[in-house]
């Protein structure tokens, strides 16, 4: 199972051919293409913002095709695990990433993201970069 992040989404959005190479391969090998409910916010936001009535209808059509997970008290507690650990460590990050990598843990997903350096620090995160 993978989880798109919200940079990786973008980059499918704005045409980037290796993103859509490699979403062609997963969905060619079967694989679960997932996103979170933070990752659609943060995209929905800008697309809003931006008045792009376009981008927005093709992003809610994309997400007909994929599964969205949302937060539940499981990922709650992981959450606050993570956020602990990671302020502990003084290697802190925001609330929305620590929210969508313990929906990635939870349901034992792999996030695809650019943002490889963000997310790091966090135990039993599995992470890859498409790009």
């Known amino acids: 199972m993978i989880f798109l992040d919200t940079n990786i989404i973008s980059y499918f959005f704005n045409s980037n051919e290796q993103i859509k190479e490699k979403l062609l391969e997963a969905l060619d090998n079967n694989e679960s293409v997932c996103t979170t409910v933070i990752n659609v916010y943060e995209i929905l936001k800008g697309l809003k913002w931006k008045n792009n009535h376009k981008k927005e209808s093709q992003f809610i059509e994309f997400l007909n ?3 969205i997970f949302s937060i539940d008290e499981n990922v709650v507690n992981i ?8 302020r502990k460590s003084g290697k802190t ?3 929305a990433d620590i929210l969508i990598a313990a929906i990635v843990i939870e349901n034992n997903g792999t996030l695809i993201t650019n943002n490889i350096k963000h997310y790091k620090n966090i135990d039993n995160l599995k992470l890859t970069n498409w790009l």
Do not use: K, Q
């Not at 959450?79 to 990671?86: E, Q, R």
């Open 79 to 86: 959450a606050s695990g993570i956020y602990s650990d990671l």
């Open 93 to 95: 990050i925001g609330d």
């Open 65 to 67: 095709d994929i599964l």
